[in-house]
């Protein structure tokens, strides 16, 4: 399974509860299995002066590979300039998924950090 992609899909969704992020998690899980591609890498970007998030999918359509996407949140995260804290959490997090294919993070206005999963099925 080659690792490398030159296609994108772009994916986005106001964030007003947890519950949207799933949604849009579901939504490109969706496409993947309709499309019937191979995804590769994820990115995120939380957009804070519309409260958007926008993700984008790296993927080849020459494969076909169906996906999990799954998040963690921490609540209240404090950012400071001990980055251990963040790796502990990721590598805490990785321990109820397994075939992890990549991840992706990003922190909201309100301090909540958001950790999202890409695992092969």
């Known amino acids: 399974m080659a690792q490398e992609h030159t ?17 849009l998690l579901n939504e490109i899980e969706t496409w993947v299995k309709r499309e019937k591609v191979a995804p590769k ?9 519309s409260n958007a998030i926008v993700m984008s999918l790296g993927y080849r359509d020459d494969e076909n590979c169906n996906i999990k996407l799954n998040k ?20 805490e997090a990785t321990k109820e998924y397994e075939h992890i294919i990549c991840h992706e993070l990003f922190i909201t206005d309100t301090n909540d950090f958001h950790m999202i999963f890409m695992s092969q099925q």
């Open 7 to 23: 296609k994108f899909k772009l994916f986005s969704k106001q964030y007003s509860t947890e519950e949207s992020i799933s949604q």
């Open 72 to 91: 963690k949140l921490i609540k209240g995260f404090k950012l400071d300039s001990d980055y251990q804290k963040i790796e502990e959490a990721m590598s």
């Open 41 to 49: 890498s994820i990115g995120v970007e939380f957009l804070e002066k």
